[in-house]
């Protein structure tokens, strides 16, 4: 069974820095591309970030970009995003998902529960 | 790629159809997903390719469209079926989804 199990969500200060983790069990997480999605509270959902499987292409949504890194670790089965000057406009429920389609862009195949970002004073 | 869903909310009685759409601003292809999301869950993939019903979807799920004009079809309504629904394509970057439409009981 896939299961995607992401950590290091919290509250954080506007400005602060918080990195999150997704481990990936249940499937050969070295061929598959791993993406971030967010939702804030009673809002839709907005993608976030994208690695491919081997790590070697990356993507950002214009919101995150050069704030957010993402990255992996295949031997780790794992994926992190690295948050940084976090504003409250991040504030969201951080889904980690497992992509599909050779190349991307991806549809989402398998989705964690979630991990709750709040950026507040 | 703007995605837009209509309607926004849509009332439906257990045991009857439900419609969605789903519109690009620009063509995708069939490179568009549908997923299901129910309270307090994450979401899950209903279809993908546009039509194609992902692993262990019912077959009253059902998809159609291409280009820019995608419907979401639920025949003969579950309880479980009433929560949001999103259109996302994966066309081209940046990945979008449609703002959403509640499916809830009438």
């Known amino acids: 069974e896939v299961q995607l199990v992401e950590s290091g969500g919290g509250l954080v200060k506007p400005g602060g820095s918080l990195r999150l983790s997704c481990a990936g069990t249940?499937?050969?997480?070295?061929?598959?591309?791993m993406n971030w999605v967010r939702q804030a509270p009673g809002k839709g959902l907005e993608w976030v970030s994208s690695i491919s499987s081997t790590g070697k292409n990356i993507y950002y949504a214009d919101s995150v970009k050069g704030r957010f890194t993402i990255s992996r670790d295949n031997a780790k089965n794992s994926v992190l995003l690295q948050m940084n000057s976090l504003t409250g406009e991040d504030t969201a429920v951080y889904y980690c998902a497992r992509g599909r389609r050779a190349g991307g862009p991806y549809y989402f195949d398998s989705w964690g529960q979630g991990t709750l970002v709040t950026v507040s004073s | 790629t703007v995605m837009t869903q209509s309607p926004e909310t849509l009332s439906v009685s257990p045991g009857e159809r439900a419609t969605l759409s789903c519109r690009a601003s620009?063509?995708?292809?069939?490179?568009l997903a549908w997923y299901q999301q129910r309270p307090g869950q994450a979401p899950s993939l209903l279809i993908y390719g546009a039509s194609t019903r992902a692993t262990g979807i019912a077959a009253r799920f059902s998809g159609s469209g291409s280009g820019t004009e995608f419907t979401l079809t639920i025949s003969s309504l579950q309880s479980e079926d009433f929560a949001v629904y999103y259109c996302q394509q994966y066309d081209n970057w940046p990945h979008t989804f449609g703002q959403g439409t509640t499916l809830d009981i009438k």
């Open positions: 620009q063509s995708v292809s069939s490179n």
């Open positions: 249940g499937f050969t997480f070295s061929t598959y591309s």
